[in-house]
């Protein structure tokens, strides 16, 4: 006899919390999958085609592997290697140069671009090295024959590796899941993102680096004993790579600073020292009761103040002292002068103008049209895609930088992106040009490494969940669209 009041909900409860298990396991490991899943099929895919060097200094980097791993394996008037050389002689160049046969017995290096010289010395060895070490385990299990083909299909580990890196801050800055998801699977299928990913280079860490910035970010912001280590580890990625992408740590700096405006401005009770505190305490202080609640209130912002002025003194140091390190070794190493080189040579000016400065102004606003795909890996459905990404990015970024933003962070966080984004090109033509005499055009694939945070912020933006259905299967069309051009 069963008691009134009492539910019977032994037959339907083992069906229940099974359904109940399997949607949690989907929920949590059904988006890391797909992150994986994409970016290895496409750059797989893309690989297998587009068989020819990129004309983006594909040869200097495959030369630079070739004499990996090491600290500083090429220097300045380093010549290319007979390897590298063959690869390019045999496989050609996706542009418009006279290479000497494959059949060649001798291949000398002034039959190549750039007078021959590996042009890839001002690079840091970090992605080369790393990208040595995972080919070396994957052409073991693949079976691949030619090592440029494993250093290429490396591409889609670093590029799932920024993928899930941003998926885990977005999650822990509250962005939704399904649009997150959904803005991370239509990136992965732009072309040029998998052009990048698919080719020698070190711009294919730069999904990476942009969100293991942002991950190590909200990793400090929820406290810890270990969390100043994430703070050097912001300006290692940031800067160990490649100097260029500077630019993420300008974006992470500029974001720290606009939230010790807020903790001045509007009082955060309580510090980020806990772990498992939310990150940077969302809550604002409310009305000031009397007795002592306000000298409290005060105690923690000067906490919060004292904290983010370190991790900004921190990151920037670390920063600038692997970028002094690395350039100090450069010019000790060099056997020629650098401005000497045909490359850098076209490059080199006594002066610059305002004209040509502002010229770059919110180059990186819109990075991925902009950057370089073979007209072979590319079509109208493609195109409209990459419209889709680079507006919906715009919108979020501006939105949440002006008025759309859930919380005071990815406000923040949109306001730093839009300055980096707006005056990344100016602030890197000024320090070509002070510090080797020249000009050098930004390329838009140099702000690569703020897309992260851009997909956060658009992420957050979005409120109705048939919003983030649509962003899915624009996603997933995208990813059609682009299997179809490359099968």
Known sequence: ??????????????????????????????????????????????VRAYTKLSPIDELQHIDYMFRSPGIHPVIAGTPDSEPAMR???CRGIDTVFTLPPCSAKTLMP??????????????????????????????GATGAKSWVTVWRLVGALWLAAGLLLTYAAGLRMGASRL???????LLASAPSIIQTNSTVTPDAASTFIGGAVLYLACRWERGGKWRWTALVGIGFVGTAFKIQDTIIVMMIAVYFLLRIKEDATTGIAGAPEAPGAPALSESVSG?????????????????????RTKAVGTVVITTGAIA?????????????NPNNLLVNKQFVVSSISLQEVASTLGVFLAPVPG???PASTQNVWTADAVSVLSWLLIAGVVGGALFVARTRAIAALARATLVAALFGGPIFVVLNFLTMSQYIPMPTRYGFTLLPAMVVCTADAVRA???????????????VAVATRLI
């Open 1 to 46: 006899m069963i008691s009134p009041g009492h539910q019977d909900t032994s037959s339907k409860s083992p069906t229940t919390s099974s359904r109940g298990r399997s949607g949690a396991l989907v929920r949590t490991w059904g988006p890391p999958l797909l992150l994986v899943l994409v970016p290895v099929f496409l750059v797989s895919l893309h």
């Open 87 to 89: 690869e390019e002689a």
């Open 110 to 139: 002034a039959e190549f671009q750039d007078q021959g010289y590996d042009t890839a010395y001002i690079h840091p060895p970090t992605y080369y090295d790393i990208t040595w070490a995972a080919g070396e385990v994957l052409k």
């Open 179 to 185: 649009p997150l998801v959904g803005l991370l699977v």
């Open 287 to 307: 009305p000031v009761p009397a007795g002592g609640v306000r000298h409290a209130t005060r105690a923690s912002v000067g906490v919060l103040w004292n904290a």
């Open 324 to 336: 002094a390190a690395w350039t100090i070794l450069q010019r000790v190493t060099e056997t020629i």
């Open 371 to 373: 950057a370089y795909v």
């Open 465 to 479: 969940r048939w919003v983030g259905i649509c962003v899915m299967v624009a996603a997933l069309l995208s990813v």
